[in-house]
């Protein structure tokens, strides 16, 4: 589908896969089924309702599984998102994308696009072969989104079931129901009702336009691990770490961060050595907040509203220009 009505917005969809674009064997086959088996062109014509929403034109980033993001994946959208958004008859941009890491991906691009054009995720539960496939609705949603005026400035969004999220809080919540999504630590930034956007929430933290964080083609992002944390833990994670040469640790403590003793010294030591370490949380909801003496005197960053997957990439992003506590701490504050 290519961009051919002067009176229609121009939006350009990126493809990365996911299982919006999954075949099964049957049109009831839920699970097994192989993601990113559709090109990006079988799942626009799979909308026609699309052309009379905007011009589209569509890239194929990449055709995988979301379970099998990587980092260089990510920069190759970042980078891409913003030499389109730069362009002026370039209206918006919309990503197709598996849900298992959409969050993620979807939160660096929310640290990394330097524009206020709406740069809108989305995707589905279900492949595109299946009874029911809720991948055209999402798409046309996220479409409609992209050229709205109204979505200008609000960062990054992810557009499913209907409903509109920051990148920056949504998590995937269920692993098979179609209202996966959720904002455990606050809500969601609206909803799709007929085709138009309905915004009922502002996010105050720092994203896009506002944000420090450039990144280019030759990026190389620091190791930074994820460490989740558990009764019987010994350390071990922690150690193996270090030995790594993690440039960063995120610990996914119990309750508000809680870290166990087996692996407290050794963090501790870690952080003396300039490794940074921040705290976050197994848990679903809440807030992590500074703690312990101890974990302050040591430097240990703490997470704010943000679980481990997501501190990971604000450590990632913050790394590239310091490993001083305090900074990384104000960071983590602001974003």
């Known amino acids: 589908m290519n961009a051919n009505n002067n009176n229609l917005p ?14 099964g064997a049957s049109d009831t086959q839920m699970t097994g089924y192989q993601a990113g088996a559709l090109g990006v062109e079988v799942l626009l014509e799979a909308v026609p309702a699309l052309k009379q929403v905007a011009n589209i034109t569509g890239e194929e980033i990449a055709s995988i599984d979301s379970k099998d993001m990587t980092e260089e994946i990510m920069l190759k ?24 890491t959409m969050e993620e991906t979807g ?52 557009a ?18 179609l209202a996966t999504f959720a904002t455990p630590n606050g809500a969601k930034l609206g909803i799709m009702a007929g085709g138009k956007p309905r915004f009922y929430t502002q996010l105050l933290r720092k994203h896009t336009v506002d944000s420090e964080f450039f990144v280019n083609k030759d990026t190389v992002l620091p190791k930074v691990f994820i460490i989740y944390s558990h009764a019987g833990e010994k350390g071990e994670m922690a150690e193996a770490a270090v030995e790594k040469g993690a440039k960063g640790i995120v610990y996914a403590g119990m309750g508000m961060g809680s870290v166990h003793q087996a692996s407290e010294a050794v963090l501790i030591k870690a952080a003396q050595q300039g490794i940074a370490v921040v705290r976050s949380t197994r848990s679903y909801s809440g807030i992590v907040e500074a703690g312990l ?10 997470s704010d509203t943000l679980p481990p997957n997501k501190a990971r990439i604000l450590l990632q992003l913050g790394l590239l220009s310091t490993n001083r506590p305090a900074e990384l701490q104000r960071m983590f504050l602001e974003y």
């Open 10 to 23: 121009h939006v350009v969809v990126l493809a990365t896969g996911g299982t919006i674009a999954g075949t």
């Open 77 to 100: 959208l970042s980078c891409r998102c913003n030499e389109l958004l730069a362009q002026d008859d370039v209206a918006g941009i919309v990503i197709t994308h598996g849900t298992d």
């Open 293 to 302: 003496p101890q974990w302050t005197e040591a430097g240990f960053i703490h």
């Open 160 to 177: 499913m079931n209907d409903e509109i999220f920051s990148a920056r809080d949504v998590v995937k919540s269920n692993t098979e129901n």
């Open 107 to 158: 939160y660096f691009l929310h640290l990394t696009v330097h524009s206020d054009k709406p740069v809108v995720l989305t995707g589905s539960m279900r492949p595109a072969t299946a009874i029911s496939a809720d991948g055209p609705a999402n798409l046309y949603n996220a479409v409609k989104l992209a050229v709205a005026s109204e979505a200008k400035g609000r960062g990054v969004m992810i």
